[in-house]
């Protein structure tokens, strides 16, 4: 596809399950991002790849919350033992670059519910 | 602290009725100011980025200008299409990738 691809769209979890989200970068792009947005909030950071190097999860909110990108294609977000404070979407975007130019490619998002 | 404020949080409009939208920045060394656009249920759409006081960017019915302190993204005779949510970011000053997003301007323009 043409841009960045997420999956699920939407994912319900029962408090304490784990969840993986998945996101499939625009084909070439060096540079992939997570981010977290709640309802009503901007965008917040949570971990940067350039290729399949993690340069950056400062983000992360806990060790709960895990990023891999082990080809430099494709990412995956893993969360362990989710709470409700982990409902949000969370938004991966990918860049050509190292990003710096703040030209962000964004998917749609993956809306995750913690009931 | 908050190193972007975005205002209004909601801002309403008559399709045709000019305004602007704020982004108060604090973070000092400023290494660009960039504009998004977001439509509901989907991910932010970039639109401008902004370097220097004095610099401006247009994009059809929108300019952004940029200040010492604070953007401006003007919309001239908004049509209903331009609704969104408009978001400011910058980069913190230890990183040049991150981006350290505001909340938001909630714009919504009627018929």
Not at chain 1, 49 to 68: C, H, I, T, V, Y
Not at chain 2, 12 to 29: A, K, P
Not at chain 2, 57 to 65: D, V, W
Not at chain 2, 81 to 91: F, G, K, M, R, W
């Amino acid at each position: 596809g043409a841009g960045v691809s997420q999956s699920p769209r939407y994912k319900v979890a029962k408090r304490g399950q784990d969840v993986a989200l998945r996101c499939d970068p625009i084909s070439g792009h060096v540079s992939l991002f997570w981010y977290q947005q709640a309802l009503g909030q901007g965008p917040e950071f949570l971990t940067y790849f350039q290729n399949e190097a993690q340069l950056d999860k400062s983000g992360l909110p806990s060790d709960r919350f895990f990023a891999e990108r082990p080809e430099g294609s494709v990412s995956t977000l893993k969360i362990q033992r989710t709470q409700q404070e982990d409902s949000a979407v969370y938004l991966c975007a990918s860049s050509s670059g190292t990003g710096e130019t703040g030209e962000l490619f964004f998917g749609e998002g993956s809306r995750l519910t913690v009931l | 602290e908050d190193q972007v404020t975005q205002s209004p949080e909601a801002l309403r409009l008559q399709e045709g009725e000019s305004s602007s939208l704020n982004c108060s920045y604090t973070v000092s060394g400023l290494r660009g100011l960039f504009w998004y656009r977001q439509d509901p249920g989907k991910g932010p759409e970039f639109l401008f980025t902004l370097y220097s006081a004095g610099e401006e960017k247009e994009k059809e019915r929108l300019k952004a200008t940029l200040t010492k302190k604070e953007s401006f993204l003007h919309i001239t005779a908004p049509k209903p299409e331009d609704s969104a949510t408009y978001l400011c970011a910058v980069p913190p000053p230890s990183s040049g990738y991150a981006l350290n997003f505001g909340k938001g301007t909630s714009l919504l323009v009627t018929p």
